[in-house]
């Protein structure tokens, strides 16, 4: 089945600056990778996604890569803000979706 | 996206105890999914509930456990049955997109601590 390897663990910005986060997979037949942010007490939030016919997606201060040769996937934020602080989750999906183990973003002001 | 509601939203209970999480969407959807998060963890897939039949349960997981109703196209219930500590952990249901079928949606969770 598909694994989803995602680093890093834990991030820690400035605020202003960008990060990135970055994502492997091992099944060449997923076609689909969403991005979800889930802030503390919550569920998570789906806030971008692309589809393996795609190679970037831009959604104001976030995008998201795909290097479907390299299986590999990654999630820009930009000028990060003290509200961007939230656990991130990517995942792969063909039939069933997989997510990586999170990366906890903090954003010092 | 549709909106997902749980209840309840949070639970202690005893060892040895049942509880059932509700899930009800304001929309109808033909699959709805049930997660599992334990502590400081990812989320896993417990159970894919599809309304009008049995529940399609991942590896690890059985029915007796984790018993699953869809009466129909807009709520499902999870029960987490004799419940050990090792369950404490925050469940979520999620949905399919409408019109995009790989897309999910997830609910705001349940955190249950047993006891």
């Known amino acids: 089945g598909e694994n989803v390897e995602q680093h890093p663990s834990t991030l820690s910005v400035q605020e202003g600056d960008s990060a990135v986060i970055k994502c492997t997979y091992s099944?060449?037949?997923?076609?689909?990778f969403p991005w979800y942010k889930q802030e503390l007490g919550k569920g998570p939030q789906l806030i971008i996604d692309?589809?393996?016919?795609?190679g970037e997606k831009k959604d104001q201060r976030i995008a998201v890569t795909l290097n479907k040769t390299a299986k590999h996937f990654s999630l820009h934020i930009t000028e990060t803000q003290p509200e961007d602080s939230a656990v991130y989750f990517c995942?792969?999906?063909?039939?069933?979706?997989?997510f990586g183990a999170g990366t906890r973003l903090t954003v010092k002001p | 996206s549709a909106v997902i509601s749980q209840k309840p939203s949070r639970d202690i209970c005893q060892r040895g105890t049942s509880l059932t999480i509700q899930c009800q969407v304001d929309s109808q959807v033909t699959m709805m999914f049930w997660y599992r998060q334990q502590p400081g963890q990812s989320l896993t897939l417990i159970a894919t509930?599809?309304?009008?039949?049995?529940?399609?349960?991942e590896s690890g997981f059985v029915i007796d456990k984790f018993p699953i109703s869809r009466p129909n196209l807009t709520f499902s219930t999870l029960t987490v049955s004799n419940m050990s500590p090792e369950d404490s952990s925050i469940y979520l249901c999620s949905v399919e997109g409408t019109g995009r079928s790989d897309t999910q949606y997830f609910g705001p969770g349940t955190r249950l601590t047993v006891l």
């Open positions: 099944d060449s037949a997923s076609n689909y």
């Open positions: 692309i589809r393996s016919n795609v």
């Open positions: 995942a792969a999906s063909m039939y069933d979706m997989r």
């Open positions: 509930a599809n309304q009008g039949s049995e529940a399609t349960y």
